[in-house]
């Protein structure tokens, strides 16, 4: 995992509508990337789901929420309406997890998708705080965020 | 502004929805829209001595469900919240309106109060409490179960 007190590498990575986004689009202001392995699966859309219910107070803090898979955003596009979240979603997908791997959070073959973790990026971009899940079955809690941002 | 960083789930206090006698026993942080949790609920009900039920209803994933808390909520204000509990994990396919109210009907229970408790701020205030109490305690799914301040029960999925 990307150490904290790094400068987060900058990306540019297709949304759920398929628009270009950018790490330094958020310069200026916290955001939270949010890695997970995939669009559909159980632990993936309760993680999301549940950020969602607390995502008024995150943001009243000040921070974005960031969703990023390799999936595609076609895909992702349909994850957040069969959720029901808003939270954006970008598709690290071509080349696959290169994203991922930039921050450390890429697992190899056979498993091929990111490992279920979080990157605090602070205004200047630097990575400010980070969280690893010990496997891909479990997620944080959503304290767990907020004890980061107290 | 609310406090959502870590700490145990609050100690079974007067407000809290129990079932059964005892000190001994769990709680339970469950959403009634969620089919887990139904599916649970047979045995989380008969296999412990106190049972304590708490809110924690996810509405981006089962939209239905704060109204259902509500409405569970609302029949406890008449005595009967385990009842409409019971009765809504037992039948997942008939939660409209027209539904609950055949319910509160079928409990014997005052419709005109039912309507109008349901929809006060004091029926959300008390579901959005419960649902804080398990986000502080770090709950990542429903049902998750406590025995005293430790969770006891997680579903167990490859990712």
Redesign the interface.
């Known amino acids: 995992m990307i150490a904290v007190g790094e400068q987060a590498p900058d990306f540019t990575l297709r949304d759920q509508d398929g628009e270009k986004v950018s790490l330094s689009d958020y310069r200026g202001r916290k955001v939270l990337l949010i890695f997970y392995p995939g669009d559909f699966s159980p632990v993936c859309g309760d993680q999301l789901s549940i950020y969602q219910e607390v995502k008024p107070e995150i943001v009243e803090k000040g921070v974005e929420l960031v969703g990023i898979s390799v999936d595609s955003f076609y895909a992702h596009k349909a994850f957040q309406e069969k959720l029901g979240i808003d939270t954006t979603l970008l598709s690290d997908f071509e080349p696959k997890g290169e994203v991922a791997r930039a921050y450390g959070s890429y697992l190899d073959a056979p498993l091929g998708f990111a490992n279920r973790t979080l990157a605090l990026i602070d205004e200047d971009g630097k990575v400010a705080w980070t969280y690893e899940s010990p496997n891909p079955g479990e997620f944080p809690g959503a304290n767990v965020i907020f004890d980061a941002l107290s | ?7 145990a789930i609050p100690p079974v206090g007067p407000d809290d929805h129990v079932r059964g006698e005892g000190e001994e026993g769990i709680v339970v942080y469950a959403d009634l829209g969620c089919p887990h949790c139904a599916a649970d609920w047979p045995r989380l009900r008969e296999s412990h001595g106190r049972l304590v039920f708490r809110h924690f209803p ?4 089962h ?1 239905r469900s704060p109204a259902l808390h509500a409405a569970a909520e609302a029949a406890g204000h008449q005595g009967r919240f385990f009842e409409m509990v019971d009765s809504l994990y037992a039948d997942r396919g008939h939660v409209d309106d027209p539904h609950l109210w055949q319910r509160i009907e079928h409990l014997g229970l005052d419709l005109e109060r039912f309507e109008t408790d349901r929809r006060t701020d004091a029926v959300q205030a008390r579901i959005r409490a419960d ?1 804080q109490s398990g ?7 429903t049902p998750a179960v406590f025995d005293a301040c430790t969770l006891q029960t ?1 579903r ?4």
């Open positions: 502004m609310n406090d959502l960083t870590s700490s996810v509405a981006s994933k939209p649902f986000i502080r305690a770090g709950v990542a799914g997680v167990e999925r490859e990712f």
